[in-house]
């Protein structure tokens, strides 16, 4: 069996994280080194190493982890001003290669990124 991811060793508690929602589908926590005062990671169980490597059937969860982000974003009162980010491959600045979706919010977001 291949090495557990380190999201994966989040979903499963043994990397301590604050983890903000769970289902069957995906697990949510805040970054460990966040870039406002809302970053939550959106995570799917099944690791996806990266946005290239998503099929046809994936478009159900990938939709899912939006309307996850979605209710987040209610939740953390950035309702209406924040930001979704999937970083694919090293030269955007992915770092963890189990996908995940950044929610960003609570401050004045730059366009562009950079
Ligand atoms: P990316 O650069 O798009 O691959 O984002 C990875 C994010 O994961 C980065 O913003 C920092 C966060 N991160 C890395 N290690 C940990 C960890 O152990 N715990 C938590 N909560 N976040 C982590």
Redesign the pocket.
Known sequence: MAEKT?FQK?ADRE?P??IVYEDDQCIA?????P?APT?L?IVPRRPIPTLDDITEEDAPLIGHLFVVARRLAAQEGIAGGYRT?F?CGAAA????FHL?L?LLGGRPMQWPPG
């Not at 600045?93 to 963890?96: A, L, T």
């Open positions: 380190l989040i990397i994280a604050d926590f805040r970054d460990i080194n870039q970053h990671l980010v970083n600045g992915q770092s963890v995940h950044h």
